[in-house]
């Protein structure tokens, strides 16, 4: 069975060296929806509570909302990180409250304290959705990730391996040592 639920994220991009409408800086409203599949934990009759799909997958996604996102080699970046240097913005302000946890991989890096993520290819909805799945099928059983922006659509469905051991109070996976991180609970 499969516990959903769907992210609003606000962005802009282009796509270099694209000929066409989307080779100019856009912005988007995005709609990404996550699937993880798991058995039902008994103690609370549910997959994984959706709530917590949203608190696990938001900390890497909020990089992604209200932010620039830019592929490496885009002559823009440059521009944009002297400009953001010359407001005295590039390395964070106190208004940016919404940073998420920086990352780097192979697909991308965030750089949360001037909201901005720099992809290695052109931020396609199907480039959205190999790089969530890159950052977060080590935390959730992702079985199908979806992404919407515009009139572009993408799905990719993935291969689920085992079970994540979860709390039966709660629903939420264990950590390493048998201990639910929100309510305590310990596996005997």
């Known amino acids: ?3 959903i639920t769907t992210f609003d994220l606000q962005y802009a991009h282009r796509f270099y060296g694209f000929q066409g409408e989307a080779q100019y800086l856009h912005g988007h409203t995005g709609v990404l ?3 993880v599949e798991d058995t039902i934990e ?3 009759n549910m997959v994984f509570p959706c709530n917590e799909i949203q608190k696990t997958a938001w900390d890497v996604l ?3 909302d209200h932010a620039l996102i830019l592929r490496a080699d885009d002559p823009l970046l440059p521009a944009v990180l002297d400009v953001y240097e010359k407001q005295g913005i590039k390395n964070g302000h106190k208004q ?3 940073k998420g946890e920086a990352f780097q ?6 750089y949360p304290n001037c909201r901005l993520v720099v992809t290695k290819e ?3 909805v199907e ?8 950052l977060l099928k080590d935390k959730l059983n992702i079985a199908k990730i979806t992404f919407t922006s515009g009139v572009n659509a993408a799905s990719a469905e993935f291969p689920v391996n085992g079970t994540i051991d979860r709390c039966p109070l709660c629903g939420i996976a264990l950590d390493k040592d048998g201990v639910c991180p929100k309510c305590g609970y310990k596996k005997h």
């Open 33 to 35: 929806t996550i699937e």
């Open 62 to 64: 909020k990089n992604f």
């Open 96 to 98: 940016n409250t919404m």
């Open 122 to 124: 052109t931020m396609t």
């Open 105 to 110: 991989t192979e697909l991308a890096t965030a």
């Open 1 to 3: 069975m499969r516990s």
């Open 42 to 44: 008994k103690g609370v």
């Open 127 to 134: 480039g959205m959705i190999k790089i969530v799945y890159d």
